[in-house]
């Protein structure tokens, strides 16, 4: 039974650019919610997805979106990218609340 | 601010001997919390969670105790060893509205073990 998959692994890009990362839940999970991780932090929440809408969000600016798909995969892009949106992006699925699973997180590196 | 807290940012302690991770949370009303590990450029592993109806919870080396009243979380390791060597998070599961919950962090505790 596949855990959480994220794609790509590492991402390097250049400030203003655009990215989008690619998480796939666990099997049985139907709701996917983003994480993003800067250095020595704890993950701080984005936004969560159920039933392809975004049903929660973090104090994140508009240049993050996301997208659930009929097969519960999600998709996170950012737009405009900064310095400092360089960070550790986790993805989480879940089922009813419950059992919260990660994945191994993209590394997003913004020069 | 995070409601999620943790008292202490790093421990060291001696291989064998018995760790203990504190945590302090601020949202009463939460009713689900976890204990995650988190090594060097990996996502967070799930250790174990606690739901608010319960005040301990044991698993294999580790235990976690909940005190609602003072709103506390620990998590215990028992015979620390070498590769328990991690950061520990706790995370609170909140309500926020219309049946959708969040999932918390706080800072983490790094926890060095020393051989």
């Known amino acids: 039974d596949a855990g959480v998959t994220q794609s790509p692994t590492h991402l390097i890009k250049t400030r203003g650019q655009q990215v989008t990362l690619r998480c796939s839940p666990k099997?049985?999970?139907?709701?996917v919610s983003w994480y993003q991780q800067a250095l020595g932090q704890g993950p701080q929440f984005i936004f969560q997805?159920?039933?392809?809408?975004?049903?929660q969000r973090g104090n994140f600016p508009d240049r993050f979106s996301g997208h659930q798909f009929p097969n519960y995969s999600s998709e996170l892009n950012v737009n405009a990218l900064l310095l400092g949106d360089s960070a550790l992006y986790l993805c989480?699925?879940?089922?009813?609340?419950?059992?919260?699973?990660f994945g191994s997180g993209t590394r997003l590196t913004v020069v | 601010g995070e409601s999620v807290g943790l008292h202490l940012p790093t421990l060291s302690v001696q291989e064998g001997d018995n760790s203990i991770i504190n945590c302090a949370y601020s949202?009463?009303?939460?009713?689900?919390f976890i204990w995650y590990k988190q090594e060097s450029g990996k996502g967070p592993q799930f250790i174990i969670d606690?739901?608010?109806?319960?005040d301990k919870r044991q698993g294999q080396r580790v235990t976690v105790l909940l005190n609602k009243t003072v709103k506390h979380l620990s998590l215990q390791i028992a015979a620390t060893q070498p590769g328990d060597s991690a950061v520990y998070f706790c995370?609170?599961?909140?309500?926020?509205?219309?049946?959708?919950?969040?999932?918390?962090f706080g800072k983490g505790t790094k926890l060095s073990v020393i051989p």
């Open positions: 995370a609170e599961n909140m309500d926020s509205g219309a049946g959708s919950y969040q999932l918390t």
């Open positions: 606690i739901r608010s109806n319960m």
């Open positions: 949202n009463s009303a939460s009713d689900y």
């Open positions: 989480a699925s879940s089922r009813n609340n419950y059992g919260y699973t």
């Open positions: 099997s049985g999970h139907d709701t």
């Open positions: 997805y159920y039933e392809e809408e975004e049903r």
